[in-house]
């Protein structure tokens, strides 16, 4: 049996249509807009609360850790590309993005790094510990954006 619309339903004008349009792609842009901001080339800080840590076999564990990452823009390109510079905890590397949105990664002596962008607040962090016992974490952070 086909489904019928009925001829006394309501259409959506071209306002409407317009409108709804207009929300979807400003809500998007407002996803990135704090990582798309880093391509203008000021620091940037985000203060980050980790929500919860995992290990490489899926174990995770509540989090009341919280901790800030600096990143200042070096070298960006047009498409938010490029290298920065990254501190967090006392420490300092260099960083590199694919795009204005992530991913990006550093790499420190015993350390490898990644920061993805899952939401307009939400970032994960990839570690991968080298050394005699490595191991892996991926951290889910709940984060606030400063310039």
Not at 91 to 99: C, H, N, P, T, V
Request: net charge negative.
């Amino acid at each position: 049996m086909k489904s019928r619309v009925s001829p006394f339903a309501a259409k959506p004008t071209t306002a409407a249509c317009r409108h709804v349009l207009q929300t979807l792609l400003l809500g998007g842009a407002a996803l990135l807009l704090p990582i798309t901001a880093l391509a203008e080339g000021s620091p940037r800080r985000f203060d980050c609360a980790i929500i919860q840590s995992c290990d490489a076999d899926g174990n995770c564990q509540s989090s009341d850790e919280s901790i800030t990452l600096h990143l200042e823009p070096q070298q960006i390109d047009a498409d938010g590309s490029g290298t920065y510079v990254i501190r967090y905890g006392g420490k300092e590397a260099d960083m590199r993005a694919l795009s204005e949105a992530g991913p990006f990664y550093w790499a420190l002596p015993s350390e490898r790094n990644t920061l993805l962008v899952s939401g307009d607040t939400q970032i994960l962090w990839h570690r991968v510990k080298l050394g005699a016992v490595p191991g892996t974490s991926i951290d889910f952070m709940h984060c606030s954006f400063r310039q």
